[in-house]
């Protein structure tokens, strides 16, 4: 099946700090999607994607879908300590199904 | 907030004991989906509904769960007959699929599965 692979799987950053994540595909998708998960919260949905090449941002957050559409990347602009959290990248297998990347743990280094 | 409702949050339950759980999507969504989640993964699906039409379910969904959606509104998740193994965080999410947006899903709070 479809695996996605984020990277890195943790990242410390600094308060302030620009940070960046990606994500990549075996296969092609047509969507990218970015998700961010608070501890025992349910995932909230930052970031969609519906075109290669497109660059779409939401507050501090920019997010980009691969022009090969097998990857994406999230970056996030002056970091705050409301950032930490999990990030999930996420793209839908058929059209009723996602397949999504195992995360990226963000922490923010005091 | 209207969006995606889940109940209950946290649920603790002993092995052999039959839980439920109840999904209220989004009102206008016509797709609603059912997730599970383990520490340290993504969402994995499980099933979804079209409507009231349960459409697809995943291998993951063993016979002891069965999901039920009367009249393409709020949806239940039960699972009988409770196994350690079940201990996860289960979601819900509702979409409505459009030409322009795709299949862009939201999720719930999710709830919180410990079988004891």
């Known amino acids: 099946g479809q695996q996605l692979n984020q990277s890195p799987q943790s990242m410390f950053i600094q308060e302030g700090e620009d940070v960046s994540m990606n994500c990549t595909s075996s296969?092609?998708?047509?969507?990218w999607l970015w998700y961010k998960q608070d501890p025992g919260e349910g995932p909230v949905l930052l970031i969609a994607l519906y075109k290669a090449g497109e660059l779409t941002s939401n507050g501090r957050l920019t997010a980009q879908f691969g022009i090969t559409r097998k990857d994406s990347f999230l970056n996030i602009s002056a970091s705050i300590p409301s950032d930490v959290g999990i990030y999930f990248c996420a793209g839908p297998v058929n059209d009723y199904k996602l397949s999504f990347g195992a995360g990226t743990t963000v922490t923010v280094r005091a | 907030d209207t969006g995606v409702s889940q109940d209950p949050r946290h649920k603790i339950t002993k092995r052999g004991q039959n839980v439920t759980f109840r999904c209220d999507p989004i009102s206008e969504h016509n797709r609603l989906y059912w997730y599970r989640q383990t520490l340290g993964q993504g969402p994995e699906f499980l099933t979804y509904f079209q409507n009231e039409a349960q459409l697809e379910k995943s291998r993951l969904l063993s016979d002891r769960f069965s999901a039920e959606r009367p009249k393409g509104s709020f949806s239940t998740l039960e699972i009988q007959r409770t196994e350690q193994g079940d201990s996860a965080m289960y979601l819900c999410a509702s979409s409505y699929l459009t030409q322009r947006s795709g299949n862009t899903i939201y999720f719930g709070e999710g709830s919180w599965l410990t079988v004891v």
């Open positions: 296969s092609i998708f047509n969507t």
